[in-house]
């Protein structure tokens, strides 16, 4: 059952699926929908939720057993599968099978980057079709990006002039982590009674330092300077906002080291990914020579790290997120 990400709180009104799988690379909707799902699941009678990644080696038969037997203590349970490699052909056949047999009292949250086209045919997924909800977060392309700003502006008490909306979405390049980090900041100032100009989006703009100039920075190889913008957004910004928008930029650059591998042009590239700038891909491509698959890999793995820190420790994750970003911003190759 295919759910549309700004359809689900309106199916989670009435139902409650056994097995959710969301599987995306957009982080904004992929944290709202994994909030909202756990949320419904609080309400539903869930004390905690029970977090497996599939990091190597991961034990699937002990996986499957906790699925089935569960814990005398709880009488229903949320249990969220964090799928961080390829799933091998053990894991396939478990999940195949629990689709089909999922256990009672329990809702399965199987949460994990984009499927390929051969993920997408194999038998598990085909099975989470008939019992599962499956939500697909993908990016908003730049063209519908003032709507949505729009859109949630109201929800926030700001409204827009349109050419204020575009800007909005140009300078944020259609990444929505920033988007919606840059509302929730314009909202703090804004007059619900008057729409937002042109002029007001500048003026904010330009009395602080954007996590787009952190990037910026990190993506030239700047690390001074990327250590002296992040400490000062430490203290106005939310770490895991920074973090999302951090990690997406880190999935850009590997999907430019993926293209240049392939021998793609730089037009090219920006044909196959509409949204990003040409000079974005430029500055991708340059630090991109300087990291191998295998560092990219450790950026994402840590990113992965920090996120569960912030969701389920009340330790400080700046220094953690620091440590990323210096390991990030290179100017030298691996």
Known sequence: MQIPPHSLQRHLKNNLLPVYCLLGDEPLQMAECSDTLRTKCYQAGASD????????????????????????????????????????????????????????????????????????????????????????????HLSKLPAWIIQRGKTLGISFQHEAAQYLAEITEGNLVATAQALDQLALSADSATPMTLHDITAHQSAQYTVWQLLDAAISG????????????????????????????????????????????????????????????????????????????????RAQSIDEMIKTTTISPWRAIERLCINWARRTPT
């Open 49 to 140: 939720r029970h977090i497996h990644n599939t990091d190597s080696p991961f034990q699937w038969d002990e996986w499957q057993n906790h699925l089935q037997h569960g814990s005398l203590f709880e009488s229903y349970r949320l249990t969220e599968l964090h799928v961080t490699k390829p799933i091998n052909a053990q894991g396939r056949t478990v999940l195949s099978a629990y689709m089909h047999n999922p256990a009672p009292q329990c809702t399965l949250l199987i949460i994990g980057n984009a499927l390929t086209k051969a993920e997408k045919n194999a038998a598990w997924f085909k099975a989470a079709q008939e019992c599962a909800g499956i939500i697909i977060p993908t990016p908003i």
């Open 222 to 301: 700047n690390r001074p300077r990327t250590i002296r913008i992040l400490r000062q957004i430490a203290h106005e910004r939310s770490p895991i906002e920074v973090l999302g928008l951090i990690a997406y930029q880190i999935r850009q650059m590997e999907k430019v080291m993926r293209y240049d591998e392939q021998g793609l042009s730089v037009a090219a590239i920006s044909a196959h990914e509409k949204n990003m700038w040409r000079d974005k891909i430029i500055a991708l491509q340059k630090i991109g020579q300087c990291h191998s698959r295998h560092s990219v890999y450790q950026l994402l793995q």
